[in-house]
């Protein structure tokens, strides 16, 4: 393994629990055995990833406001100098939290929003009210003066309102907006046929992502990636496997990527029984996609390969039935055509009472 | 690109916060949800990004201890700031 690579952050999921049922949630289908990690796992966990190279740390979930220590291990985090990012649907979030959040030194704040609407965010979360509730998080977040990053999934029923997603963000004193195109995997995977946008829908959607990048430089900071069942090239996700991003599940298995479940025959080690910076090195997992010398054609002789290493495994076990496969988004994959019906084939009609909710595990 | 009035102060933005990386000892710019690494001159500018020295005197500070980059040093730190300054990280005050 190269020594520089090492990770420079850490998804900390700190539970699956979440009041939203966002149909594009990209957990698991079903919750992970054995229970939560306590209080000091984390802490733990927290501390040997700031030794192990991690800068930035994400409380992320399920909706992470579920756990009470969120406040204790957002102290922990940035005591070690991490920077801290909370990603929330700032469901639950209260004056007296948020207060205990800034004290502890939370860095960043990062709200998801359904769509600028009322009535269309609530019916994507399929919670009444949820987006007032945001709207109060975000009240909270700048009386504190802790920094502010929205987060919109788009899809369907929500990528046409790209433009006012925009004014949106920009209204409520966002530095940065993330507009994510769902990716397939988890509940997302299960509800794609009526998710999925069309060609046209996405291509209108990058022309005003592009247009309010150039606008908002240096006021807010636009992502807009396009989505790579319709780009012809893979993502490199996570900017190659074991090398820059570690994940820790609610119940301490350590993934290289959030979604890595999703593979099939691939064990991931558990905090309980090893150190991170023993997982990160040595396991089997972390070793199985790094570097290039797993990859088969046309990956292996292709000029891309340490670009886009090979796009994501887990697409690859999805649609493809092997993680060691040419990520199908790729139009030199062999598999191509799965993504191409995909596209044309789930561009039908739908509507949002169609979709497949999310459940609580 | 847009001239700064050398009056002005500049401030790294709260959310931007410079960190010794621990692993490598380089200097890092950490902002939201991601990691600037600098190198050493993007750090001592950085540095006096503070909101007390207006930007003639950051340059004129870095002048002070770099004599031999005289020449170059007041485009170079200007543009510098600026390039941050585009990425939303550092305000003017």
């Given at each position: 393994m190269d020594l520089a690579e090492r990770p420079y952050a850490m998804l900390a999921e700190l539970t699956y629990r979440c009041p939203l049922h966002c149909p594009y949630c990209s957990n698991p289908v079903r919750s992970a055995k054995p229970g939560e990690l306590n209080t000091e796992q984390w802490e733990r966990v927290i501390r040997e990833a700031m030794m192990l190279g991690v800068l930035q740390i994400g409380f992320s979930g399920g909706e992470p406001l579920q756990r009470i220590d969120l406040e204790a291990l957002i102290q922990t985090a940035r005591e070690i100098g991490l920077y801290t990012n909370l990603i929330t649907s700032g469901i639950g979030l209260t004056e007296r939290r948020a207060k205990r959040f800034a004290e502890s030194g939370l860095d960043n704040v990062q709200l998801s929003f359904q769509a600028a609407e009322g009535e269309l965010s609530d019916s994507i979360a399929g919670v009444r009210n949820a987006h007032e509730q945001k709207l109060r998080a975000v009240r909270l977040i700048h009386e504190l003066g802790v920094a502010l990053s929205l987060n919109v999934v788009l899809h369907r029923f929500?990528?046409?309102?790209?433009?006012?997603?925009?004014?949106?963000?920009?209204?409520?004193?966002?530095?940065?907006?993330?507009?994510?195109?769902?990716?397939?995997?988890?509940?997302?995977?299960?509800?794609?046929?009526?998710?999925?946008?069309?060609?046209?829908?996405?291509?209108?959607?990058?022309?005003?992502?592009?247009?309010?990048?150039?606008?908002?430089?240096?006021?807010?900071?636009?992502?807009?990636?396009?989505?790579?069942?319709?780009?012809?090239?893979?993502?490199?996700?996570?900017?190659?496997?074991?090398?820059?991003?570690?994940?820790?599940?609610?119940?301490?298995?350590?993934?290289?990527?959030?979604?890595?479940?999703?593979?099939?025959?691939?064990?991931?080690?558990?905090?309980?029984?090893?150190?991170?910076?023993?997982?990160?090195?040595?396991?089997?997992?972390?070793?199985?996609?790094?570097?290039?010398?797993?990859?088969?054609?046309?990956?292996?002789?292709?000029?891309?390969?340490?670009?886009?290493?090979?796009?994501?495994?887990?697409?690859?076990?999805?649609?493809?039935?092997?993680?060691?496969?040419?990520d199908p988004a790729c139009e030199y994959s062999p598999d191509h055509r799965l993504v191409n019906e995909a596209v044309r084939r789930d561009s039908e009609h739908s509507a949002v009472a169609d979709l497949l909710f999310r459940q609580n595990p | 690109m847009k001239s700064r009035a050398p009056a002005k102060k500049p401030r790294l933005a709260k959310r931007a916060r410079l960190h010794t990386d621990p692993v490598s000892g380089n200097p890092v710019l950490m902002h939201q949800e991601a990691v600037l690494v600098l190198n050493q001159s993007g750090y001592e500018i950085l540095r006096l990004c503070d909101g007390t020295h207006t930007l003639a005197e950051v340059i004129q500070d870095l002048e002070n201890r770099y004599p031999a980059a005289r020449s170059v040093l007041s485009q170079e730190v200007s543009e510098y700031i600026e390039a941050i300054s585009q990425k939303g990280l550092i305000e003017w005050i």
């Open positions: 929500n990528i046409d309102r790209l433009g006012q997603m925009i004014d949106f963000a920009e209204k409520l004193g966002a530095t940065r907006l993330e507009l994510a195109n769902t990716q397939y995997y988890g509940w997302a995977f299960r509800n794609r046929s009526r998710l999925i946008p069309t060609r046209d829908q996405v291509e209108a959607a990058a022309q005003i992502a592009l247009a309010a990048r150039r606008r908002l430089r240096g006021v807010m900071e636009i992502l807009y990636i396009l989505p790579d069942y319709f780009t012809g090239r893979p993502k490199p996700c996570m900017n190659g496997w074991g090398r820059r991003y570690i994940t820790v599940n609610p119940s301490g298995s350590v993934l290289p990527c959030p979604t890595a479940w999703e593979i099939p025959g691939l064990a991931f080690d558990n905090i309980r029984e090893k150190s991170l910076a023993w997982i990160w090195k040595e396991s089997e997992s972390f070793n199985r996609f790094r570097g290039t010398e797993w990859m088969s054609e046309p990956c292996r002789s292709c000029p891309q390969r340490e670009v886009d290493f090979g796009g994501c495994r887990c697409q690859a076990a999805l649609l493809a039935g092997d993680p060691a496969r040419t | -």
